[in-house]
């Protein structure tokens, strides 16, 4: 059985440490299994919320306080998403884990495609 790191080590990991070899199992999972996705987006999307309600202390109406926060978070949801993949092999290859488990559940889903494409081109 896989340790599970500490809040300490949790509160490293999130800022980018490498947890013990002991935890790999943990890891793969927080990366690549179930609910990954959600755990990546709200561990960078959800801290930044108060940052950018500073901007609302700002004098002026409302609505630019909410339209300079927008400006920040819109571009961010979007990068955040775009570099998924990327981020999830690099915090794999940081803790000695294979990066194709990136995209393993994309390769196995598109596994009958391939196959049905090969059969019918002769390559099967």
């Known amino acids: 059985m896989s340790a599970t790191p500490s809040f300490v080590q949790r509160l490293g990991y999130i800022a980018g440490r490498t947890l013990p070899a002991s935890m790999t199992d943990w890891v793969r999972a927080d990366l690549v299994g179930p609910g990954a996705t959600r755990r990546y987006l709200l561990r960078i999307l959800v801290p930044l919320i ?3 309600m500073l901007f609302l ?3 002026g109406p409302l609505w630019m306080g909410l339209a300079m926060m927008a400006l920040l978070y ?3 949801i979007y990068f955040t998403v775009a570099l998924m993949y990327v981020y999830r092999r ?3 290859i940081k803790h000695g884990l294979d990066p ?3 995209d393993a559940d994309a390769r196995r889903k598109a596994e009958p495609e391939r196959q049905a494409y090969e059969r019918r081109h002769g390559r099967g």
């Open 50 to 52: 108060p940052v950018l």
């Open 57 to 59: 202390l700002l004098p």
């Open 74 to 76: 819109l571009p961010l």
């Open 90 to 92: 690099h915090r794999l």
């Open 100 to 102: 194709a488990l990136a």
